[in-house]
Every structure is written in C-alpha cells, then in structure tokens.
C-alpha cells in the first residue's frame, strides 16, 4: 500500500514538530474561545497546532511597519478634506448637503470596489495590488488639489475611494497570515491604532498645511508625497507570506466565489458583528466629518468666541481623536486579551459596552458644547475612547470565524456592507438633515432665540442666523446615538454565536467534518 502524503508541506511539518512537549496544551491560541479539552464535545487534536512564535522576526516588524504607515496615511488623507472643509464649501460655494457628498462618493466607490480587490487579493500577488492601490489614491489626491470645479473635485475624490479600497481589504490578510495566538492581536491592534490617529493626523496636516500655504489645496499635497514612499517600501522591503502560513494550513485549496459568498452569508457571528462594525462606521462618518465644524458653530455662540476659526478647532479635535485612539485601541485589545481567557464571548461584548458607553458620552458632548468648551472635549475624548475599542476586536473576530482562503473576500464584504449602511451615507444624510432643518427650525424655535431669514427658492439658505446653523447641525448629529445603540445590540446577538462559528471554522481549515452537536 503506497505511503500517503501528509498533507502540511515539510516546511510546516518541521514547526510543528518544534511546539511545546506533549502534555501541554498545543493551542493557546487567543482566538481559541473554547478549550481543546474533551468537555467541550471539541477534541484537542481536531487541527494543527500553528506554529509557536517565541518571538518576531527583524521582517515581520519590518512588513508590520510598513502596513502601519500605509494605514496611518491612508486615513490622513481621508480626513484633511475635513479638516479644510469650511474653505472647500466657501470656495466652490457649496451647502452642508454637497460638502457631505465629498465623502459620500469616496465611500461609496470606496465599498463598490472593495469585493474586486478581495475576490483578487485571495487569489494573486496582495503586493501588488496593494502597491498599484497607494499609488491610485496618491496621484488622484494630487490632482485633485488642483481642480477649480466642484464636480471635478467630487470625481476626484471618488477616485481616491477606488484606491484606498485596494489596501484595506488585504492589509489586515497579511497580518493573519504572519501571526498567530496572542502576537496576532497585539499586531492587529497595532494595525488599527493608526486609524485614529491617521484621521486626528489628517484634521491637523489639513488645517495647519493650508494655512502654512493660504489655500485649502495645499492641505491635501501631503499624503501623496508620502505615497509614493508606501508604494516602493511595499514593491521592494514588505514580505508578502503565503495565506494560512502562520496557522499551518498552507494546504488550503480556494473554492469559487459563490461558495465563498454563500458560506459568509451563513456565518452567523461574521454577519451580526459586521452589522454592528456597520454601526460603528456610521457613527465615525458622521462625527469625523461634521464634527469640527459642530464644535466650532456651538463655540462660536459663547461669548468672546465669535470669531474663533475652524482650523484651531481642527488642531484641537485631531489632538483628541490622536489620544483617544492611542488609549482606546489598546485597551480594547487587551481587555479581550484578558477577559476571553474566562469568558469565551468577551469580544463581541466588549464591542457592544463600548457603543453603549460611547453613545450617552458624545450626546453630553453636543449638549455642553455652547456652555463649557472643556467639557465638552473631555466627554468626546471618553466618548471615542469607548469607539475605539471596537477596531481590532472586530477585526480579530472576522479573522478566527474565517477560514484564511476566504478572509480578504470576507474583508472586502465587510467593508461593502458597513460603508454601504454605515459611512457612505451618514455624512450626506447628516448634511441634508441639517439643511432641511435650517428651513424648519425658525417656525420651531422660540424666535426670542433664533432668528432667521430663510428663502425657499432655489433651495438656498440666506441669512441663516448662528443659532440656526448649529442647532440643525446638533439635531442632524442626535442620530449617530441612536445607531449607537441599534449596534450595542448587534454585537449582543454576535455573542451567542461567536463560541460555535470559531469552532467551526478552525475544524473547516483542517478538512476534517464535524458533527452538528459540536456546532451548535
């Protein structure tokens, strides 16, 4: 009878031959939420052990770095144009409802070209993907920077969303596919730490690059100086490894996309906890995007602030989502890391504390916004604080419900459906509210307040009193509180499906079957 293979190559035969000796638990993985032991129906040899990893090698920091400062830049450059917002909409004369447009057509191209980019990213070359992708957004923000016509501007601007798309879904792959256990969440928080401080980044470079240049497009020739830099460290330094080479499962054969799609679909945990990152990506939009000009409304109302600019409020606003996202990413990451030891389903439950939480916090926040400036930005710092712990979280579940052949497929479907509800629209429907309730709030509000000279035609607002203006802005913002907690909730459900869909998917990547008991 003619010998069989063993189905891990030699290479990954050998790691595995170097874990620890027996007797001791060969997965301390931290994405294991249940126990290798018999009690959980789930044997403790059902799949190979990934390899152990005593420590990170100079190239694995190396490629890290590189996807950090790709990730950092990335969100720099979606948030300058909110930074300079204020000019951008005086310049091409332009209300609340087409300045929300901006980044509504950046998201949506955003998210319509993501699945392309997964579909690509489990089946060929992610370097080069990922290197054609920085220098897309680079050279479309560029040139954007130079058109004098807001329709050009807008296109540009979609453009960008095609590129920045290209990264996004397979930057988080590479990282599952170096790390496994414990190192993978330390990583992945490293990864998602630059997204809060990009975007406080982006506010600042924005603001101060165009007042340093006297012209908001200055504000938006930073970033692609520095893509072009990712571009050739990601061409010539990353190491791009092969999928499911840190967890052993290099033997991974790709099935077709529809079997992809289908198998996603009826993942239980992977479609609640996306539903509530979706959540997550609506209440960010939002606040990213008006958030500045909200602040600097409501503080204009204070006396002796009247002529406060937009761009200290920028400096002040990126300050805040910079530190907010040092503290919050991590301690997220590490609450999980501590908690899931004993509470297999800490993950998603801390995901939906932290919306929960967050959503009272920002709500006090527009509320003293007119009264005490520091207050206010003391209960925005707790309020994205309690945001960010969601970041890594979401993104190490997506990871250890999914088996490695089908997680840049699943990215790409995350990032479409949480920017198709979430991000591609909270910032037009939060600018088009505002407007509508321009027209609405003078016959609303006591008129010993607020005082306004609305004309209805042409749909222009004319004389719109400061009172006006903020108040429409504020009530338009209270929906970011409610999706807030419509997200808690989502996560809650996430929760009692979490333990059973990682068991599934871990017993899935080794190809062995698993019986509906130990599923449910």
Known sequence: MPTQRNPLDTKHSLQILQMEPKGIPSNSSNQQLVSGDESDGYPSDSSPSPRLQIRVSRTEWVTVAILCFVNLINYMDRFTVAGVLEDIQKDFGIGDDKGGLLQTVFVISYMVFAPLFGYYGDRYSRRAIMAFGVFLWGLTTLLGSFMQDYHWFLLMRGLVGIGEASYSTIAPTIISDLFVNDMRSKMLALFYFAIPVGSGLGYIIGSETARFGGSWHWGLRVTPVLGIIAVLL??????????????????????????????????????????????????????????????????????????????????????????????????????????????????????????????????????????????????????????????SIVADILLYVVVPTRRSTAEAFQILLSHALGDAGSPYLVGLLSEYLKTVLPNTVDSGIIAANVTAAAGLIDEVSPEVKFHSLQYALFTTNFVEIIGGLFFVLTALYIVADKRKADVAATGKSISRAHIL
């Open 234 to 391: 990601i061409l010539f330094v990353m190491h791009d490894p092969e999928r499911g080479e840190a967890e052993g499962h290099t033997q991974l054969q790709h099935t077709d996309y529809a079997t992809d799609v289908k198998d996603l679909l009826s993942n239980r945990s992977f479609m609640w906890s996306t539903l509530g990152f979706t959540c997550v990506a609506f209440v960010a939009g939002a606040l990213s995007w008006w958030g500045p000009i909200f602040i600097l409304n409501g503080l204009q109302l204070q006396p002796g602030m009247e002529n406060l600019k937009l761009a200290d409020v920028s400096l002040k606003f990126g300050i805040i989502t910079m530190v907010s996202g040092i503290v919050g990413v991590p301690l997220g990451a590490t609450l999980a890391q501590k908690l899931r030891v004993n509470y297999p389903r800490a993950d998603p439950l801390i995901c939906a504390a932290g919306l929960l939480i967050s959503a009272p916090l920002l709500f006090f926040a527009s509320i003293t916004v007119t009264k005490n400036a520091v207050l206010c930005y003391i209960l925005i710092f707790l309020g994205e604080v309690a945001l960010n712990l969601n970041w």
